[in-house]
């Protein structure tokens, strides 16, 4: 079976995302790392639903949990920050997926909210698919209440 290119049918609004956001904790995504980190072969990126800037402290203490959680291991090359997300509806996934804006252009065209996140590259045998297949996923994480 070959993996198809993840394609977007939709950019939700701003308003869409707060709505969509309303109980979500967070959401991680993986996908693979470039070739030469053989060591890191995973690309996390941790959404958290914030705009706040976490203290450092805090930072340590949520990064902690998400690598003793889901078996991650050696995380390099960690960027912590508020940063733009925008989310698409895309063919063939039932949720949303978030998108991280880096370029200038991305963020002038596609609407967004800031949340915190955490990108860094680590290796995880509970992301196979990723890791093995090249694929791309995410997960959420709601609040229970």
Known sequence: MEAKAIQTSKYLEVSEIQKHLENVEYIIMATSAPEKFKETPIHFTIFLNTAERLPKDVQEAVLDKFLD???????????????????SQTTGQDTLMPLLLIKEDDRRTIPHVPMFVMDFLADSDNFYEAKVHKLTGWTYSYNEE
């Open 69 to 87: 959680e889901n078996k991650i291991k050696n995380p390099a090359e960690l960027l912590s920050q508020l940063m733009p997300v925008g989310f």
